[in-house]
Each structure stands twice: as C-alpha cells, then as structure tokens.
C-alpha cells in the first residue's frame, strides 16, 4: 500500500466521511516513516507513544472539540479496562492501513469483521475495475455472503446481483455461440470464480436458495434439475414427474425457487432466446418425448417449460377438436389456445415481429391456435344446423345470412389463412384437420346453403326470386346511388360523400373490416347489405352502382349507363362528372399527400374510389390460390384508404361497397359441380364459368334461366337473358377454377356496404378505444402457503370499441418480483360475469417474508407497460420453509 493510496483513503475518512477524530493502530510499525508524509488537509497527527492519555483528552475535547485529528499508535488497540481513551475511540473512527483495510473503507462497509473475509478474496481485489464495479452494488451493512454474491454478479456480469438472476446470466455464456453449446465444458465466467475462490460459496448459496446439494455439483446438473423441477411443478398427475426423472426434482421445500426462477427467465427479454436454446438441450438430454408418452391435454396444459411440450399441446388440442367435432366446447378450446398464446412459446412481440428468433416457430404456433379456435366455431356453428337450413322465406335465409351464416365462410378463410401461415413455416400439424374442415365446407355446408337457398331462386318455385329479383326491407344493388348517395348529397348544399368500391369484397369480409373500423377513435361504421345483381359479375355490378337513370346493355354485351359505356375508370369518371363527381383509383389517391389529395377532390361532391385487390388475386388461374391472402390485404388497403380519406381529405361520410362477392374452396371441384351442357346456346353473346348472357335462351334443366331486367333493372332494345348453373356448380374449368362469381348463392349476391361516419364534437368521446379493465376479486389478499390462486375479472366484455388485454401478473417487492409471472389474456366477448373471471396461480419464491409489510399484486399491460397494483400480506407460517 504506497503512501498516495494511504493519504487517499484517509482524506476520505475525514472529508467525505465527516469523521472528526481517527485512530489508526499500526502495531508493526509498518507505516512509521509514512506519517510526515501525509497531506491531511486541516488534520493534525498526534502520536498517542509521544503524548500521555490526559494532555490528547484535554486538547481534543476542551482545547480544540472542533479540530480534526488523526491519533496514530504503533501499537494494538488496549484491552477496554485498560484504555484511558475509550469513551473517545466509541465514538470516532478507526483506521487500518493494510490492504483488506483500505478496500473494507473503500466499499463503505461497516463491520470491521470484514476485514479478514477481505483478505481471503485478494485476488478478486487486484483488479482495480473490478472493485469498482462491485462498490457500485455493496451495501454498508453487506454480510460476507452478501460480498460474495455481489463478486460473482461482477464476474458474470450480471445486471442485477441477486441469485437468481446471477444464475441465469451464468447459463447465458453458455449460448454465446449457439452452434457449439457445450454443457459439460465451463464457461470462462466460471473458471474466473474458482480462481477468485467463489465457486464453493456459489454452490452454499444454490444449496440454500434450491436445496441442491451435490458431492460434485456442476453447472449442467443445477440446470437439468431447476428445468425438471419447473416441468414437474406444473405438470397435474399424482407424481408430478414421471419416473425416470424422479430422481432430478428438487426438494419439495425449495421447488418454489426454481419455478419462479425459470418462470422470470421466460419472462426476461434479454435472456429469453438463451432460455430457449438451453430447454431445447436439455429436453433432448432427458429424452422428453418418450416421458410425454400417456399424458393428456389436461396434464400437460400448465406447462411452459418446454418448447416439445408446446407441440404436443397444440397437437392435443388439435385432436381435441377433432374428436369432438359434433358436441365441441368452444369456450374450452378458446381458453386453452388464448394461454398458450399469452405464454412463452406461443406469443408474439409487439407488432408480431419475430426477427432473430428463428430458432422457436412462434408465428407459427400462433398460427395453429388461431386455426384451431376458428376450427372449434365453425364447428360449434355447424352443430347449431346439424338438420340443414330450413327457413319460411327468402327474406328470412337472407337475413339469417346477414347475421349469422356468413360466419360459416368467414370461419373457413380465417381457419385456412392460419393454416397457410403455419404451413408456410414448415407445419404440416393442421393437416388432418385440415382436410375434415374442407370436407365439411365443401361436402355438407355449401350443397346444403345452395339447396335450401335455391328452392326462392328457382324460377319453377313458389317464390321464383328469379321472376321478382326483390327482398323485402333488402335494397337492389342497381339502386345504389338513387338510395344511398344522393339523399345524402341533397341534405345540405356542400354535402360531400366518398364512395369506395372494392371488387368482389363480399360481405363476411366486411363484417371484418367494419369492426375494425369501429376500432378508429372518431370513427363510427355500420354494415348493411343490398340484393346484387344477377348475373353477379363486375361489368354489371360496377355498372349498376353508377348514377343513372337507364340501365342498358349494346348487342355486343357491354353495359351502358345512360348510353354511355362503363367499362374503363375514364367512361366512369366521364358518367360521374355528370353528377359533380369524379372517379379514381383507390392506389393512386393514397400516393398523393394530404394537399395534393385536397386539391385534386375539391369542387366534387361525390368521388369514387375503385379499389382491385381481391378479384385481380381469384381471378386469375395463377394466382388464385391466394384468393384469401387477398382477402386479407383488401381488409388491410380499405381500412387504410377510408382513414385516408377521412384524415386527409376531410371525408365526414363515406360508403364502402361492392360489385359482387365471390365463392371460394381450397379443393378443386370436380365433375360433380360441373353443369353438363353440350355447347353453347343460340343466342349467347358471353360464356364464362359462373354465367352465360345472351338474348333469347332457351331453357334448360340443368341451369337457372333469368332475365336482366328483372334481376339488374336493365332497359333498353336490347333485352338480355342469363343463364346460371344451380347452387355452387360451374359451367366449365377453364382457367381458374376455385375462385367464382357469378351465379345467385348468398356469398356472391349478398352485397355489402358499409357507412362510416367522421363522428365530432362532444359524440366523438363515445367512439374513443380502449383496453378491458381487469379487477381482483376479494379484498386483503393474503398469502400463506407457497402458492396462491388470484382470481381476476375483466369487468367488461370485448367490443368493436373495447378491445382485449394481456397482462403480465406476478407479486412485487418493491420493483422485484417474488414470484413467478404469469401471462395472461382477457378476450372475452360474454355478458356472463362467470364468463369473464380467470384464476391465476402464483408460486412465491421461499423465503423470508415480513408480514407487517406490504407487497403488491402487479397487473402489467404488456403493450403499454401501464400497471395496477393492489397490497398483498404475506404470511407464511414457519413450518412451510422446511
């Protein structure tokens, strides 16, 4: 120790310190020669061998009591009864010069007893970085161990020096390099704590946090045992583990420790993906999959340990919904796949952006709940007509469609759309479900939907819809804008309305996208449908929603509007102009910034905005199995194009429609839905898959025969006929065959619209979004056993407007948690109370708990970070430690 470091340390004790007197006893006399030296500012040196007990009394307490002096003695501090200075030395600070001593009053710890343990790390201390490190995390009244623990968190760089968290920061050198994971080789973190002599207290500390006490511990083995130990906790059969990993489980008095040890691990966004890779090692070192063989959904659901066990859940769940197809529990499915979604392995960062973490397929896993839910409701709906679609009238089966058996189509893209993303990352686990779900849309849902439903379109039925193309209470598509744009514009002279039109946007996809809308702070949108033309195909749908007064057709099969033509965007921005009005594409408008935009609709009263996505993807034999990716970019386009309309341009009303919707299965139809016909007709002008037009057709009786002027209100000279193939069938294969329209099922025919409206004022608080609120259940929460179940409620039930939460819930000490943290979602739609409450369970970390203080129960949003808290007591009886 050089004098610089001894006048260093003792300014210290005097300046920052605000000691006034200080001894220092030097009984070896080693640092004589260095008291003259010394450059104590506004300190005298008195030496206690040169000055008698009484004179150093009188002079530091009667002469000068405000003078700072340094009293050195070459000699061991006395016995009490022989130490004529005690009084003064109680109450001043004494001073060592030799290393441990120096390092002891650098740290600021208190007890002189430290000294010794000091001196026993000296090889730790000859690093002066790593001093300081560790006198950024000592406490004053830090015990040895407490040093010991604070040396290993600077030598394995653990953010936080507590053990839990030095442990997993330990495991995580093992994942530096990813491909070469060695588990019986140390990392180098290691052999630096057995150089310092820290590997034995670090194993005393395990011994006593997790009851692992091993003749020779090694890392490997601690963490086979915490992973077997969490996996056995959670998993619900009498033994807890199986057999041969029995002798793996942690004692029952510390098991809490390592579940809220792993359970914080999981939970880490910095360790999380070590996490991962070290579970993957160790399942393949126990040989999970062959200890997964007998269990169940229901014993396996509670476990995050392991990625394999998350496969099997998801398999099992699979099963689950196959095998009870025909008495299936939704709410079971859904509570199940909602957990597993909120849980580790299954759910998706803010954004769903999983870059870098490749090595878990959780979009896919994602993916394969998302189908299964939507698998078990289009179950659950199918159960609800398990005799088939019986209804008095058109009017009420179309209806019927409106409100409820658009969900049948809806639930099939939403089930295939999840099944495709999974697929597209290499997983085939939805397959046989797959092909059952199929069959069931295409074999039983769609054939009986065209059976029922063509009994009011037949033209030799009671009703012959063909004959009268009318539905009460249900507007005519060719009525559009005689309906539904110009009562608005003549409500007030500088009414102005948008109109999109997205081809073949049929209305279960609406239904959709009008939730989403209603999602939009100030944005206020309500979905209705209109009776569409027939044939249902763009040219006469699109010529339909324009302005008009005479509807037409030419010789050759082009529809007219007034006389004038309407197949290209300029002959319809040539017909809207004649209404004040103009017409664009939805593409071009969103290029164009917020003034270029008002500027080029300013003046125009009614602009009309043609959006292609969906049509130009299922039209198309190259591309038409992406006819559902499709579905969901227009979904995506609309929401964006009506927000930019309304945001941008000052759009106070807009109307979203379409020309016609689509039929659609993933199976290629084979002879069975074709329409047998020899050749065309005499007559036909225009033959596709779905229709043929022409004038003068004879009948057939393998199609349905109608007229345009009695299902499109088409006039004029040339009277045009239709004929359509029954149900679902078409007339031919050419080109694409899966995506079709055309004919008069409901999914082509029920046309959507959706009005949005830009709600202002004081209205627009009403259409403000926000998150379910999500209450404990009970008052004075008290914990007095190693677990605790919370039961929550979400105190109100999900909406357009209300939107789910998922919460993070653990039991806090301050900004630590003490327990493990749980995952949890709130998504549900009931207006049942018992519905919306959820049990969560939480294992509290053993150890000692004040019961005169208060922790807290922490519900923390994981979108937003925003938390609520309510106390909690712990009180756990002594008996439960051991």
Not at 151 to 163: F, K, N, W, Y
Not at 234 to 248: D, F, I, W
Not at 616 to 636: L, Q
Not at 642 to 664: E, K, P, Q, R
Request: overall charge negative; aromatic content about 8%; proline content about 4%.
């Amino acid at each position: 120790m050089d004098t610089r470091q001894i006048n260093d340390a003792l300014n210290r004790t005097f300046k920052e310190e605000e000691h006034r007197l200080v001894f220092w006893n030097d009984p070896e006399r080693e640092f004589e020669e260095v008291l003259p030296a010394l450059a104590l500012d506004g300190v005298r040196v008195l030496r206690l061998d040169e000055m008698g007990a009484l004179e150093v009394k009188i002079r530091i307490e009667r002469e000068d009591p405000e003078g700072r002096y340094l009293l050195y003695s070459p000699a061991e501090e006395p016995d009490y009864e022989d130490d004529w200075l005690l009084d003064i030395r109680l109450y001043s600070r004494a001073f060592r010069a030799d290393r441990a001593s120096i390092i002891l009053d650098e740290l600021g710890l208190d007890a002189q007893s430290m000294r010794q343990h000091i001196a026993e790390r000296r090889k730790f201390f000859d690093s002066k970085e790593r001093l300081q490190k560790l006198k950024a995390l000592v406490a004053r009244t830090d015990t040895a161990t407490d040093l010991d623990r604070k040396m290993i968190a600077v030598i394995t760089r653990a953010d936080q020096p507590e053990l839990f968290n030095i442990i997993r920061t330990l495991f995580q050198h093992y994942v530096e390099n990813p491909e070469e994971i060695d588990l019986d080789a140390e990392p180098a973190a290691w052999e630096q704590m057995v150089k310092f002599d820290l590997d034995e207290p670090f194993w005393r500390m395990v011994k006593t946090e997790f009851g692992y006490d091993d003749e020779s511990p090694t890392l490997k083995k601690l963490l086979l045992r915490l992973f077997v130990t969490d996996f056995a906790h959670h998993l619900k059969t009498e033994t807890g583990a199986p057999g041969s990993l029995q002798n793996l489980v942690l004692p029952s008095a510390r098991k809490a420790n390592a579940v809220v040890c792993l359970a914080q691990w999981r939970d880490s966004s910095s360790k999380g993906r070590g996490y991962d890779l070290l579970s993957e090692r160790v399942a393949a070192i126990i040989k999970l999959e062959d200890c997964l063989h007998g269990m169940g959904l229901n014993q396996l659901a509670p476990v995050m340990t392991f990625e394999a066990v998350e496969r099997r859940i998801a398999s099992d769940l699979r099963d689950y919904v196959r095998n009870t197809a025909a008495t299936i529990n939704v709410e079971e499915a859904r509570d199940i796949a909602t957990r597993r979604q909120a849980g580790h392995w299954a759910s998706l960062p803010a954004g769903g952006n999983v870059a870098g973490d490749a090595g878990v397929p959780r979009q896919a896993l994602h993916a394969v709940y998302n189908a299964l839910v939507s698998a078990a409701e289009f179950y659950s709906l199918r159960n609800q007509y398990a005799q088939g679609f019986e209804f008095a009238g058109a009017a009420s089966m179309y209806r019927a469609y409106e409100e409820e058996l658009f969900r049948f189509d809806q639930l099939y893209r939403q089930f295939c759309e999840a099944a495709d993303l999974a697929e597209s990352k290499g997983w085939s686990i939805l397959k046989p479900l797959r092909d059952e779900i199929e069959a069931c849309y295409v074999n039983w849902y769609l054939p009986k939907l065209a059976l029922s439903w063509g009994k009011f379109v037949d033209p030799q039925g009671n009703t012959a819809l063909l004959k009268n193309w009318q539905i009460e209470r249900i507007p005519n598509q060719y009525r559009f804008y005689e309906q539904q744009v110009k009562p608005r514009l003549e409500e007030a002279e500088n009414r102005k309305t948008y109109v999109i039109i997205s081809d073949a946007f049929r209305y279960e996809a609406a239904q959709e996208l009008t939730a989403a809308l209603n999602g939009k702070y100030r944005f206020e949108a309500e979905l209705s449908s209109q009776l569409g033309v027939l044939p249902s195909y763009t040219a006469l749908g699109m010529g339909s929603l324009l302005p008009h007064n005479k509807l037409s057709y030419t010789a050759g099969g082009d529809v007219q509007v007034g006389d004038r033509p309407t197949n290209t965007l300029e002959q319809r921005h040539e017909i809207m102009q004649s209404v004040s009005g103009l017409a664009c594409k939805g593409d071009d408008l969103m290029k164009m910034k917020k003034e270029e935009g008002r500027e080029f609709v300013a003046g125009k009263k009614v602009i009309y905005i043609y959006h292609n996505v969906v049509d130009a993807i299922g039209d198309s034999a190259s591309t038409e199995d992406k006819t559902f990716d499709g579905v969901r970019h227009a979904i995506n386009e609309l929401a964006d194009l009506t927000a930019y309309v309304i945001n941008s341009l000052n759009g106070n009303h807009v109307i979203i429609t379409a020309d016609h919707g689509f039929l659609f299965a993933e199976t290629a139809p084979g002879e069975t839905e074709k329409s047998k016909l020899e050749q065309k007709p005499a007559g036909t002008i225009l033959a596709k898959k779905r229709y043929l037009i022409g004038q003068k057709l004879p009948n057939h009786e393998a199609v349905w025969h109608g007229k345009t002027r009695e299902t499109a209100g088409v006039t004029g000279d040339v009277e045009m006929e239709f004929w359509i193939p029954k149900g679902a069938n078409r007339f031919h294969f050419v080109g694409g065959a899966r995506f079709i329209h055309g004919g008069a099922m409901l999914q082509e025919i029920v046309a959507p619209v959706i009005t949005v409206r830009h709600v202002k004022g004081k209205t627009a608080k009403l259409t403000k979004t926000k998150t379910v609120s999500v209450q404990p259940l009970g008052v004075n929460h008290r914990i007095t056993t190693h677990q605790h179940r919370f039961e929550l409620l979400q105190t109100e039930p999900v909406s357009d407007r209300v939107k789910p939460v998922t919460l993070k819930i653990a039991v806090f000490e301050g900004n630590d948690p003490v327990t493990n943290i749980e995952t949890v979602t709130f998504d549900s739609a009931s207006d049942r109370l018992d519905d919306r409450k959820k049990w969560v369970t939480l294992v509290l970390q053993n150890r000692q708990y004040n019961k005169a203080a208060v922790y807290k129960l922490v519900l923390q949003d994981i979108e937003t970070g925003i938390e609520q808290s309510v106390p909690v007591i712990i009180d756990r009886a002594f008996s439960d430690d051991f």
